[in-house]
DNA sequence: CACTCTCCCTGAAAGC
DNA sequence: TGCTTTCAGGGAGAGT
C-alpha cells in the first residue's frame, strides 16, 4: 500500500500522539509475516517507553528507552491504527500494543507482506533492512551527478530504476508514475540514456511530487487510511496513476497503461513521447 | 553482476 | 446471481 507520504504522514501523526507513552501489553496474533515476528516481542516490550518516531525508506522506526527499535514494514495492505480501549480487534490484527493510557497501537495487514521486527538502537542500521539500500529523495545525497554514476552502465528502464530501493528509497508504483509525468519522461527510457539536465529534473519533480502527497497526507486507493482513520487525498491529484483511457489533464490524450517488469505503467504517450 | 520473473497472501473488482 | 480470473501501493530470492 504505502510509499514514502503515506509512511511519513503515518510517522508524523505517531510522533505527535503516542512519543512518551509507556507501553502495558503486548499481543501478538499472528507471527508469520513477511519476516517471522520476534518470539519474545510481547515480553520484552512492556514497560519501554516511546522516545521518538521516525522513517527510514519505507520504514516506520519506534524507538525505545530501552535500547531498542521497533522496525515496521506495511508492504502493499499494511496499516497502522491507533484505536480506543473499547474497540473491538477486526480481522487480520497482528499485533496490538496497549500503551499506558489505553489506547492502542494496532497492526493489521491482510496480505503479510509488512514486517515487524526489534533490533538494537545502535545497530539497527546494520540489518538487512537498511545496510544495503539507496539515499532518501528529500535529502541532498540524491542528485542528478549521483544518478548519472550509477545509471552509466544499467540498461533498464527509467522507471524502474527510480523505484529500485537499492539507489533511491520511497518511490513506489505509483510515485514513480507521477514523478516521470511532471518530467515529460516516458517512463521505458533507458537509464542511461537521459541527460543531466533531465536527471535534474526528475529530481526536482520527485520531491515536488512526494511532498504535495505528504501535504495531502498521502494517496488513499481502496483502503488507506492514516493513523487515526483519516484519509489521504493526493489521489485527486493524480495526472496518469490509475486513469488508464482518462484524458491527459494536460493535452487530453488518452493516458495509456502498459506493464514493466510485472507491475502496471501509467503514462500519456504525447507528453511523455520517447 | 545486471536484470526479470515468481512468489509471498488476501480481498476487491472485473470477466464470463 | 455466482463462480473464476485478474489485479493491487512491496520486496526478497531464484532464475536467466
Known amino acids: 500500500m504505502p510509499e514514502l507520504p503515506e509512511v511519513e504522514t503515518i510517522c508524523r501523526e505517531l510522533s505527535l500522539y503516542i512519543v512518551g507513552q509507556e507501553v502495558a501489553k503486548v499481543e501478538k496474533f499472528c507471527e508469520k509475516l513477511r519476516v517471522q515476528v520476534p518470539s519474545n516481542i510481547e515480553s520484552i516490550l512492556p514497560g519501554a517507553r516511546i522516545k521518538k518516531i521516525f522513517r527510514r525508506a519505507k520504514y516506520i522506526i519506534i524507538e525505545l528507552d530501552i535500547g531498542k527499535v521497533i522496525v515496521m514494514h506495511l508492504g502493499m495492505s499494511g496499516k497502522l491504527l491507533l484505536r480506543n480501549a473499547a474497540e473491538h480487534y477486526k480481522k487480520h490484527d497482528h499485533l496490538v500494543i496497549t500503551l499506558a493510557n489505553d489506547e492502542k497501537l494496532v497492526f493489521n495487514d491482510p496480505r503479510r507482506f509488512g514486517l515487524i521486527d526489534l533490533l538494537e538502537t545502535e545497530r539497527y542500521l ?142 500519456c504517450p504525447n507528453c511523455q513521447k520517447l
Do not use: H, W
Not at 508504483?173 to 543531466?196: D, M
Not at 533531465?198 to 511530487?209: E, G, H, S
Not at 494517496?219 to 482518462?246: A, C, H, I, P, T
Open 126 to 267: 546494520e540489518s538487512r533492512y537498511f545496510c544495503d539500500i539507496g539515499v532518501e529523495p528529500l535529502e541532498d545525497a540524491l542528485n542528478a551527478n549521483y544518478l548519472k554514476i550509477i545509471f552509466q552502465n544499467k540498461k533498464s528502464s527509467i522507471k524502474n530504476l527510480i523505484m529500485n530501493n537499492n539507489i533511491l528509497v520511497g518511490v513506489g508504483n505509483i510515485y514513480a508514475a507521477e514523478s516521470l509525468f511532471l518530467s515529460k519522461i516516458n517512463p521505458t527510457s533507458i537509464g542511461s540514456s537521459l541527460k543531466p539536465s533531465q536527471l535534474d529534473n526528475l529530481i526536482k519533480n520527485i520531491r515536488i511530487v512526494l511532498n504535495k502527497a505528504i501535504q495531502a497526507k498521502g494517496s488513499s486507493l481502496k483502503d488507506y487510511v492514516s493513523l487515526l482513520g483519516k484519509v489521504g487525498n493526493f489521489q485527486d491529484q493524480f495526472f496518469v496513476y490509475n486513469r488508464e483511457g482518462e484524458d491527459c489533464k494536460i493535452c487530453s490524450e488518452k493516458i495509456k497503461k502498459i506493464r514493466q517488469s510485472g507491475r502496471s505503467t501509467y503514462f
